[in-house]
C-alpha cells in the first residue's frame, strides 16, 4: 500500500460531550469492534474492577472522570482509526479545544434524558468556528429518554444547524424496542440480556408490513414508529453528505453505548460519511495531506504518562507526508534540525514504537523540553508554519509554594513541566524568582489536579492561597514598560513561563480604567502560540 492510500484510509475523530454523558463508554465500545481491547473497563468501578482504557491518570480512576486527553489508535474494516477522547468537565476545557484543533471530525454524545448541557454547547461552538464536521449519538436510549423530535429541535436552534436522523428510537426506557434505520428501512430489535456481545441481526422490515411490526414492536409503537418516520420523511431535512462534511447537517444516531446497541451501526455510517485528513491551514497558506513533505503541529504536552519512565511525550497531528523514524526534520520554532526521539503510537498509556506513520496520524515523541504547544515540525524543503493555537484566560487564580524548602529543585521542575503542558497556566511576579508561583486555571477541580500531580509525581507538597482576581489580559503593544503602566490598585503585573507580559484584574471595571489611563495599550484575552 502507497502512502496516498494509507492517508486516505486515515480518520481521525474526536469524542465530545458533557460529563457522564457516556462518551468514555461509547469511545471503549469502538475498541472492543476494532479488537483494541478485551473487555470494557467500568469508569466508576461498578461492573467490573477494571477502570476505562482511556482514562491513564491515577486521579482520573478515583474520580472517574476524564482528566486530561486520550489517544488511541485502532484498526477496523481497512480504516486505521486515530480516536482523541476528550475530558467532559468544564474544569478542562482548555485540554478539549487543543485537541479538536487535532481532529478532522467530532461525534458528539448526549443524554438522551438531559439534551444538550451546558459543557456541549461550549464545546460545539468551538467546532463551529472551524467548520468541523459534527456526528450527534444521543446515548442512553435504554432508559427514560426525552421525546427525541424534542432533543432534534434543540440540536437545531442552539446550534443553527441541521440534523438528520439516520435511525429512529422505538420506544425508551422499559420499553425500548430499539431502533428504525432509515435508509435500508430495517429494524435493530433491542435485547438488553445479550449486551451487544452478539452481532445484531437487522430484521428488514417495511413500514407497511404491519403483521411483521406488531409481532415485533407492538401495534401501539409501530403506529407510533409510522407516524414519526412519515412525519421525518416528509418536513425533516434531505440527507447531504457535502453539507455534513461542510459542518452544516448533523447525522443523528440513537443506541445506548453500554449495552453496546447502535454502537456498530453508528461507527460504520460515520467512517462512510467521514472525510480522510483535511487539508491545515498555515500562517499564508494550507497544506495538502497527500504532499509528499513530512509536516505536524504540537498540540499537546503531557509528563509522566509512564511513572517507570518519568518522560515527557509531546503529541503530533501529522498534517502531510509520511513521517520516517531516525530522519532529522526541521523544528520551525527553534530554528533547527532535530530527530524525533522514540516516535510512539498511543492506546492512552500504552505505546508501541513505529517507523513511520502518515497524515491524519498522532503521533508521539519524545520532548526533553524543546517543544511548546502549536510548534510545527516539517521536512527542511517545506518550513511552513502552522496557524497557532490560542490559549484562553482563566478565571481562578491561587498563589502556591512549596511546603519543604529543601525540595526547590522538585518544585521548579514540576510546575515548569505542568505549566509547558498548558492546561494549567502558571505566572510569576517580574524578577521575583520561583519562590511563589501565581496558578490560573479555567476551572477550580484544576487545582486539585496540580496539587496532586505534584505531590504524586514529583514528590512535592504545596501550599496553596486562592487570589480574589477573576480576569487576566495578555499586554499585545504597550507605550511604556509595564512596571511604568498607571494601574489600579487592585492590578498585578506578571509573566508567564516564556516572559510574556500580563495583566491580572478583579472585574472588568479595572480593565476599563487600565485601558482607558494608558493610551495605546493593547490588552487581549488571549494568547496565540505563533
Known sequence: MNSNQEIERRRTFAIISHPD??????????LLYGGAIQLAGSVKGKATARHAVSDWMELEKQRGISITSSVMQFEYEGFCINILDTPGHQDFSEDTYRTLMAADSAVMVIDAAKGIEPQTRKLFKICAMRHIPIFTFINKLDREARDPFELMEELENEFGIGTYPVNWPIGCGVDFKGVFDRDRREILAFQDYHRGQNKIKPIE???????????????????KLQEDIELLDGAGYEFDLADVRAGALSPVFFGSALTNFGVEPFLENFLRMTTPPLPRQTAEDEVDPFAPEFSAFVFKIQANMNKAHRDRIAFMRICSGTFKRDREYFHVQGGKMIKLAQPQQMMAQERAIINEAFAGDIIGVFDP??????????DPKMKVRFEGIPTFAPEHFSVISQVDTMKRKQFTKGVTQIAQEGAIQMFHAPNSGMEEIIVGAVGVLQFEVLEYRLKNEYNCDIRRRDLSYSYIRWIEQTPKKPDELNLASDTRWVQ???????????????IRWVEQKNEGLELSEFSRNW
Do not use: Y
Not at 205 to 221: K, N, P, S
Not at 496 to 510: H, I, P, R
Open 369 to 378: 523540553g524543546i517543544f511548546s504547544i502549536g510548534d510545527t515540525v516539517c
Open 496 to 510: 508567564d513561563f516564556q516572559g510574556k507580559d500580563l495583566l491580572l484584574f478583579n472585574n472588568e471595571w479595572s
Open 205 to 223: 422490515c417495511d413500514l407497511d408490513d404491519v403483521e411483521t411490526l406488531d409481532a415485533l414492536i407492538g401495534q401501539r409503537m409501530r403506529a
Open 21 to 30: 454523558a457516556g462518551k468514555t463508554t461509547l469511545t471503549e465500545k469502538f
